[in-house]
């Protein structure tokens, strides 16, 4: 499934748009295409459900070869990028809650 997405870009009151073909695929078709590795993907469509955030549609940003950078890579993801390793059957990120406490001194 290809997809087409523009991002328009407000500046000193115009409108720039960049066009930006991006491939939207889903994980069945990430996995056949680049087996057993590391990609960094562009979350494009998710849902949550539950604990569970459960991406719908993707798109690669870089593939790698090398364990040592994928997992660089994966300390600097943020936001809707993530690496994830295409040995696994699906994408589904746990949501955590995690509540922290300060001491307070009296």
Known sequence: MQRSYQYGIIKERKCYFLTKVVLAMKWEDVRK???N????LQVLKSHVAG???I???MAVV???EDNKQATKEL???TG???V???GNEKIELEIKQIFGYRGIQV
């Open 33 to 35: 295409t680049y087996p």
């Open 37 to 40: 590795r590391f990609v960094k």
């Open 51 to 53: 604990n569970k955030r």
């Open 55 to 57: 991406i719908e549609d």
């Open 62 to 64: 870089e593939v790698f």
């Open 75 to 77: 300390s600097k993801a």
């Open 80 to 82: 809707d990028l993530l």
């Open 84 to 86: 994830y390793h295409t």
